[in-house]
């Protein structure tokens, strides 16, 4: 088998292995009828003034009374005047006033008060719960657009479905005085299926089994002052969409991510970072006390910027981890002058404590609490699992108990494609450029634990000269424009111990009540750490072989017997360093000196005797030695696997051999140095 072949095969084994590693959270996925990008002939929809064409009221005038007694005087004579029309033409529930729409460009004004939508919540009867659609791994059926259309409200409180150009504004003075409650008896509040141009203004939508304001296969949409709380998964979700507006938005006490503009139009595939233009702009927003303020999968092509992500258990993610999206791999997103602080909110205990096990209206959501449905590590600032092409430029990263930036490869297997060419396509060009961390917007200083995470794999990924503390130590830097950068790498696969701590951690399912073991995403601290454990049980074995090799047979070597206890002191630094495997010092390489020192001295000593294993032992010395100059100085370019990789495959070899020298009797053990300088002086009688 040629070098090649055998490197090819080495390298499908270990990206198999990241694919189990990455595979258990994507049962949890979205999952959706199978849906194709608008043709991107639409636009983004300005906002129309003026007089409603349809009007939803409750009957209640002293209820409505008291809801605007606070207004200003002129919203609230507004009011009054559309309450007085509608409590004659109006309708009481906004899904009647969607119904009766006719032709595009109509705008439904729904005044003040608690939407409920009593007509529309019952449970599916006739032909409507005799639908036949596969189910979705959580349980709901993935219904077509056809039967949608023919029983809108099965999965829905208010269904829009096909409409154009259709406006739907609350007229409070706030967006909380307009608020539709689907009290975790729909998936979705208010769905907007291929309904091109749809703009909604200035309400809230609460408490759903999946999320508040779902937005799919849609040219042209605007989000603008409207409020998502309180919802098993997400607060915000657009999908397969384009020429989409979110701004001044707010989302909190979601499962899943507050704002998520999953599958965004895919139009900048194939191009470096000057783009025309970007799918989808977020704006203005706060995400909150979620479990993740943002995410996307296939968020592609989205334009992210002067936005608030803060006290969630991670800031903002995007990935390339689920399949069923079209748009994968993830590419283009652009991150700008977005604070991103304090996510450091640990929910995982209820999920522990059975509090996510009971029904949703039981949980508490009301009153914080929130039930994380994928893995999410706690203390993150913004995580890229598998994108391309990103820019996260000038924004503020501060306070983050874990990293502020988290970046690691997603093989393609993890979203159904095998080809060969694809398994390494991810986790390539995302640029951190002109970024301030550890300091908030005052210039105070609020540190993360590490500033970033990054598991080594891809190429042209590129930080500025201060991205500060950082895991791996050295990291290529980004000059002085998109594109420019040196020091870089283009490894086909992460360090092994991250991509295991991933393996361990990735394990989770909210469902299952299970929470990894050995994960300190779930609380795992000390020696319960797999970093922890398999440097320790590592150090184990090489000091049992190491040492009952010196003692067969280089005790009476004097330098061996130094270097075997610089290589016990380097063995003892690396169980150490991997207790803070966070914290940027540079005990990892060190560790990784004294050990290559250990091994490329007895190595030499083992030359005489068994020349071999002597040469195997040296180079497995220079490997170590070289993967310490990796992680602390800079990182090797070209070089398609890190040294820790070589070096683990080639140890592995080295410990059996080692015991086999180690435990045979066929050589005589070494004679003293005295009694060889005796010998080499005797003369002959």
Request: contains cysteine.
């Amino acid at each position: 088998m040629s070098w090649t072949r055998r490197f090819r095969t080495c390298l499908v084994g270990l990206l198999a292995l990241a694919a189990v590693l990455l595979a258990a959270p994507a049962a949890q996925a979205h999952e959706e009828r199978p849906v194709t990008f608008p043709d991107g002939s639409g636009s983004v929809p300005a906002y129309r003034g003026g007089e409603p064409d349809l009007i939803v009221c409750k009957t209640d005038r002293a209820d409505f009374e008291r809801r605007i007694a606070g207004f200003p005087q002129a919203l609230k004579t507004r009011n009054r005047a559309l309450f007085d029309r509608c409590a004659t033409s109006g309708f009481r529930h906004l899904q009647l006033a969607v119904d009766a729409v006719r032709k595009p460009g109509m705008n439904i004004a729904v005044l003040p008060g608690l939407y409920e939508e009593e007509p529309f919540t019952a449970a599916p009867s006739g032909a409507c719960a005799r639908l036949k659609a596969p189910k979705s791994q959580l349980g709901y059926q993935i219904l077509s657009f056809a039967q949608q259309k023919q029983c809108p409200n099965n999965q829905n409180l208010v269904a829009i479905l096909g409409k154009k150009d259709l406006q739907i504004e609350g007229t409070g003075a706030a967006r909380g005085d307009v608020v539709f409650d689907a009290k975790y008896r729909k998936l979705n509040a208010i769905r907007a299926d291929e309904s091109d141009g749809v703009y909604f203004k200035n309400f809230t939508a609460q408490r759903t089994t999946f999320n508040s304001l779902y937005v799919l296969a849609g040219d042209g949409f605007v989000i603008d002052d409207v409020l998502t709380r309180w919802n098993d998964e997400y607060g915000f979700l657009t999908f397969a969409s384009d020429h989409g507006l979110y701004k001044n938005c707010e989302s909190y006490g979601n499962g899943d991510s507050g704002i998520y503009p999953g599958s965004a139009s895919d139009i900048n595939n194939g191009r470096g970072y000057d783009v025309p233009r970007y799918s989808i702009e977020i704006t203005g927003c706060r995400s909150h006390h979620n479990m993740v303020g943002y995410s996307g999968t296939a968020g592609d092509s989205v334009y992210v910027h002067d936005n608030e992500f803060d006290h969630n258990m991670g800031g903002a993610s995007m990935d390339s981890a689920f399949p069923g999206h079209p748009g994968l791999p993830q590419n283009h997103a652009r991150f700008e002058r977005n604070l991103i602080h304090d996510n450091n909110e640990d929910y995982y205990p209820y999920v522990a404590d059975g509090t996510c096990a009971k029904p949703p209206a039981e949980r508490g959501y009301e009153r914080g609490v929130v039930c994380p449905q994928i893995s999410m590590p706690p203390g993150s600032g913004i995580i890229t699992a598998g994108g391309n092409w990103n820019r996260y430029e000038n924004n503020w990263v501060y306070g983050q108990e874990r990293a502020g930036f988290v970046l690691h490869a997603v093989p393609a297997f993890i979203r159904g494609e095998d080809a060969w060419a694809k398994q390494t396509d991810t986790s390539h060009h995302n640029r951190y450029a002109g970024n301030i961390l550890g300091k908030d917007k005052a210039g105070k200083s609020r540190p993360n634990r590490t500033d970033v995470y990054w598991d080594g794999q891809g190429g042209g990924n590129c930080w500025d000269t201060g991205s500060g503390a950082s895991t791996p130590r050295a990291l290529p830097e980004c000059g002085a424009k998109p594109g420019d950068f040196s020091g870089g790498s283009d490894r086909k696969v992460g360090e092994p111990v991250k991509l295991a701590q991933l393996l361990v951690c990735a394990d989770y399912s909210v469902q299952a009540k299970r929470l990894p073991a050995g994960c300190d995403w779930y609380g795992a601290t000390g020696i319960a750490r797999v970093e922890t454990q398999l440097a320790l049980g590592v150090a184990a074995v090489l000091a049992l072989v190491g040492g009952m090799l010196w003692w067969r047979r280089l005790r009476h070597h004097r330098l061996a017997s130094v270097a075997t206890v610089l290589g016990a002191a380097g063995l003892a630094l690396d169980v150490a360093g991997s207790t803070t495997p966070l914290t940027s010092t540079y005990v990892p390489a060190l560790a990784l000196l004294l050990i290559g020192v250990w091994w490329t001295v007895i190595g030499l000593a083992l030359r005489g005797e068994r020349p071999w294993l002597g040469w195997t032992t040296v180079v497995l010395g220079a490997l170590t030695l070289l993967d310490a100059f990796d992680k602390a100085v800079v990182m090797i370019p070209w070089i398609p696997l890190g040294p820790a990789w070589i070096r683990g495959l080639l140890a592995v070899v080295w410990v059996l051999w080692a015991v086999v020298a180690a435990a045979r009797h066929d050589v005589q053990p070494e004679r003293s140095e005295r009694e060889a300088a005796t010998e080499t002086t005797e003369v002959p009688a």
